[in-house]
């Protein structure tokens, strides 16, 4: 199977999973996540139509875009060290891993001296594992009241994680994370769902997902 003919199977699934929630399929929107695949790899995603990519780790990020065209819309989806801060602009469309106000007033203070403001989504960590980072869904309405002074920065939605493998735990933290997003003002984004679980969450009301191995690997996981 080529990246084309599985981005079409993805696409079709993402279609049919909107559909079975009665929800319009155009409102999904697919982030390819190329993590671990080469620029070439990237390329053949791009040229089969996805505009979005995401990348976990700013090094291999930055690295990447460099060999690939300026229109890719670059997302940010893994814990992003302090460190990296500095590297940032605003050639990274979305960034869905705030979770600490440490990391909030770090990106403030560096796209204020860029003039520019970052789009992020705040991760929450709804099933409580420990090996996930993200807070606490009862942590995010105040994590919010802090942010909001930080003019650069503009939180635009949430993001989560499932647990892996089969059941019904998935379901639940999306529908938990959903239901969170909509107690909240202005929380438009609901970026959950990955290769082994993004028709429930699409069933459950996520605009983004972010599918990596159901692209580029299948039959891997
Ligand atoms: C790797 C990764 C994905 C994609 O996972 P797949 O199982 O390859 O689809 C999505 N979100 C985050 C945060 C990731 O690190």
Not at 22 to 49: F, H, I, M, N, Y
Not at 102 to 127: I, M, P, T, W, Y
Request: proline share 4%.
């Amino acid at each position: 199977m080529t990246v084309a003919e599985n981005l079409a199977r993805v696409r079709e699934r993402i279609a049919a999973a909107a559909r079975r929630a009665g929800r319009d399929p155009s409102l999904v929107r697919l982030v390819a996540v190329t993590k671990g695949v080469d620029a070439d790899g990237v390329q053949s995603c791009l040229a089969a139509g996805v505009h979005s990519c995401g990348e976990n780790r700013v090094q291999e990020w930055l690295a990447k875009r460099s060999l690939l065209p300026a229109g890719v819309e670059w997302h940010l989806i893994g814990t992003v060290q302090l460190n990296k801060v500095k590297y940032l602009d605003d050639t990274a469309c979305l960034i869905h891993s705030l979770d600490r106000l440490e990391l909030a007033r770090a990106l403030d203070g560096r796209f204020r001296k860029l003039g520019r403001e970052v789009r992020v989504l705040v991760q929450v960590n709804v099933s409580g594992e420990k090996s996930k980072h993200g807070l606490s869904p009862s942590e995010v309405e105040p994590f919010l009241r802090e942010v909001a002074p930080l003019t650069a920065v503009k939180v635009e939605g949430l993001m989560t994680m499932a647990p892996a493998g089969p059941g019904t735990a998935a379901r639940q933290v999306f529908r938990a994370l959903r239901e969170l997003s909509c107690r909240i003002p202005e929380m438009a984004t609901l970026s959950m769902g990955m290769s082994d679980d993004f028709e429930v969450a699409v069933e459950e009301g996520a605009n983004l997902v972010r599918i990596g191995r159901a692209i580029f690997a299948p039959g891997s996981s």
